[in-house]
């Protein structure tokens, strides 16, 4: 793992990882010696037809999941290794959220559903409400701030999700489908926010189907089969010195 | 401070959780509150009955021994202690002077015969012959009157004391003093009457309201001849109840004395005290209680299963939830806590209702049975146990609900 300084440091590093389920009889290889670096500040895609392993590599990614073999580094840690509180624990502080359900407790306010992580985090009274309310201002929603989930729009819900992923300011925020539940409009609305988030200096990896979803991404990987099919930069302003693999593939691609 | 946090924010969903279910909440906690009532009831009537008891032998002093030819409570056959030699009224003398300035030592005889002033009689009352030293005995003194003196004794005089029931029956609202009773085919001139000592708890126990006392000698001389043997019951007061011991074993060692029994030969008289008594009575509440208590374990047991299965409902309704909790760094634990507050909470509101709905049966039991009163080591009692059934009816599915796996959990339907 050769960070060089001058250009980006590395946030996540895979390195030939595989998973591998036991169903009974036969076993599936859902991944297949994966090996993936990405950078501060990257937007990715991750795309694949059902099958191709992506939702495992997020739930790798996102410390849901243990890979069988190989080793991930996030921030330095070899996350491979970690017991299951060591894994609450980096969910909790290095990874934020999103998803296609949106995932919001019913019962409980927009403010409580974004202080959530850092009430799991330990974080004082006082400290919970700035941050909270700062990343719901973030996502345009300061004045349904005691709604609950129930009096809010679809594309709203999905605001305050984004905002309970980034309100402790999380080393990766990982969307799977973000958008995959809203019409096209406020699909396109919330994309906006994760763009301007982007924008802020967020690393971002998508995992989606839909190639205009995609688009907004600078660095879109392909999976197939368990294998990364193709790696590729939409553009380099992001870019991070990578595995020589990805190298080769992004050299591929343009030529 | 992370686990704090995680506490207040399992205590805040399980008070969510049951606000939202209101209905399910209420049924459930109604097995607890059955259950704790019948915790309370039990745990209040025993206290009730022991306290009945102890009030009903209050005359009788703690202090006091008892030696007749047979104990209060007999553990052996009958026969055997019918066959023992009575104590007589030489006994009983020899016995007063051995003890001389050690202790009191009150000699006593009782019949039944019918009591009859003009035309009222009643059947089949204690008479007790005995000594102005019976005054040392007991708590109890004459509300009117007096009580009797060495004279009475010493002259045999035909003159009783009488208790407040008799009083009542025999006399009503007339005054008794000077009037004379038929007791059996002897008059007698009431020369007191006794205050009120309360009832018995035995049905046929020793009932002090109930019974006339006239002098020792008088009995003799009165009913003495019928039997020919007399069976005469010491009472024997040890100068403080801390010397009770001391006395007892010397009260045993002149009696054998008196009895002229051999080393080697068993006491053929008894030894009783209130004591005895108490004890005898604690273990037949032990047996009572036990089986109250196994009764109300069985309802707290069904209650403690509605509480389980309403929280394996609340578990899976709340899988999804689960899941993003732990997504969001939720360790096991908080989850485990989130249910374990939501179900002792469940209880513990069915132990508060159950506390306050048995405290007014109480009161009914109290102005319709006997005296009953809830304490406050029954309510601690009553609050612990909800709070275990709580614990112990949701673990299993908290433990559940904390040991799903966060990505089946966000996935489920």
Same mark, same amino acid.
């Given at each position: 793992m050769a960070v060089i300084p001058e250009i980006k440091e590395t946030t996540l590093s895979l390195n030939a990882i595989d998973k591998t389920y036991d169903m009974g009889v036969e076993q599936v #290889?859902?991944? %297949? $010696?994966v090996s993936l670096d990405i950078c501060r500040n990257e937007y990715i895609a991750i795309m694949g037809a059902s099958g191709s392993g992506k939702s495992t590599l997020m739930n790798i990614i996102g410390c849901l999941d243990s890979p069988s073999a190989g080793a991930y580094y996030l921030e330095g840690e070899n996350v491979a290794a970690m017991s299951e509180n060591q894994l609450s624990e980096i969910r909790n502080r290095q990874i934020g959220f999103v998803f296609q359900t949106f995932n919001l407790i019913a019962r409980a306010s927009i403010f409580h559903n974004v202080e959530l992580p850092m009430i799991y985090g330990g974080i004082p009274r006082g400290e919970r409400r700035r941050y909270a309310e700062e990343a719901i201002t973030r996502v345009g929603l300061n004045d349904r701030i005691k709604h609950k989930p129930n009096e809010l729009s679809g594309g709203q819900r999905q605001r305050v999700a984004i905002a309970r992923a980034l309100v402790f300011n999380p080393s990766i925020i990982l969307a799977d489908e973000p958008t995959g539940n809203l019409d096209s409009r406020t699909g396109g609305e919330i994309m906006g926010i994760l763009d301007e988030l982007h924008a802020a200096g967020q690393t971002i990896i998508l995992v989606t189907h839909e190639e205009e979803i995609a688009q907004h991404a600078s660095r879109v990987i392909r999976l197939k089969d368990g294998e990364v099919e193709s790696d590729l930069r939409v553009d380099d302003t992001d870019a991070c010195i990578a595995p020589s693999e990805s190298l080769h593939l992004v050299g591929g691609a343009t030529s | 401070m992370r686990f704090a946090l995680d506490l207040i924010e399992s205590f805040r969903m399980a008070i969510d959780a049951i606000r939202a279910n209101k209905a399910r909440g209420a049924l459930t906690t109604l097995g607890i509150i059955i259950g704790i009532v019948a915790v309370v009831l039990t745990l209040t009537a025993a206290n009730g009955l022991r306290d009945t008891f102890r009030q009903s032998f209050s005359a009788v002093g703690s202090d006091v021994i008892y030696v007749s030819q047979?104990?209060?409570?007999?553990? &052996? &056959?009958?026969f055997n202690y019918r066959n023992r030699p009575p104590i007589d009224l030489k006994q009983a003398r020899e016995l007063e002077s051995k003890l001389q300035g050690r202790a009191i030592v009150n000699p006593y005889l009782g019949e039944r015969r019918d009591a009859k002033y003009r035309s009222e009689i009643m059947e089949g009352v204690q008479i007790i012959g005995t000594t102005e030293k019976q005054l040392h005995m007991s708590s109890a003194v004459p509300a009117t009157g007096r009580f009797l003196q060495p004279f009475d004794v010493t002259y045999k005089k035909q003159v009783c004391v009488i208790g407040s029931e008799i009083r009542e029956a025999l006399f009503g609202s007339a005054n008794p003093l000077n009037q004379m009773v038929k007791l059996g085919r002897t008059e007698f001139r009431v020369i007191g009457v006794m205050e009120e000592q309360g009832g018995s708890f035995f049905g046929d126990g020793p009932n002090f309201d109930r019974q006339i006392t006239i002098p020792i000698s008088s009995f003799v001389k009165a009913y $003495? $001849? %019928? #039997?020919g043997r007399l069976n005469v019951d010491l009472a024997v007061k040890a100068p403080s109840s801390e010397s009770m011991e001391m006395v007892e074993y010397m009260v045993i060692g002149e009696m054998r004395n008196i009895r002229k029994l051999r080393p080697t030969e068993d006491d053929d008289f008894a030894i009783n005290k209130l004591d005895t008594l108490i004890d005898t009575f604690n273990n037949m509440m032990g047996v009572v209680l036990l089986v109250g208590l196994l009764v109300t374990s069985i309802s707290l047991f069904v209650g403690g299963v509605g509480v389980m299965n309403i929280m394996f409902v609340s578990v899976t309704e709340r899988t999804r939830e689960i899941g993003l909790r732990k997504a969001v760094g939720a360790r096991r634990s908080s989850i485990l806590f989130q249910f374990l507050f939501e179900s002792a909470f469940i209880c513990l509101l069915g132990g508060l209702i159950g506390i306050l709905l048995s405290a007014a049966l109480t009161a009914v039991i109290n102005a319709t049975l006997m005296p009953a009163s809830v304490s406050v080591l029954i309510l601690v009692i009553a609050v612990v146990v909800s709070l275990t059934v709580g614990v112990v009816a949701g673990f299993v599915p908290a433990y559940r609900g904390a040991r799903l796996d966060p990505i089946e959990a966000l996935r489920y339907e």
């Open positions: #290889h859902a991944l %297949r $010696g | 047979m104990p209060w409570i007999m553990m &052996d &056959d009958f $003495g $001849g %019928r #039997h």
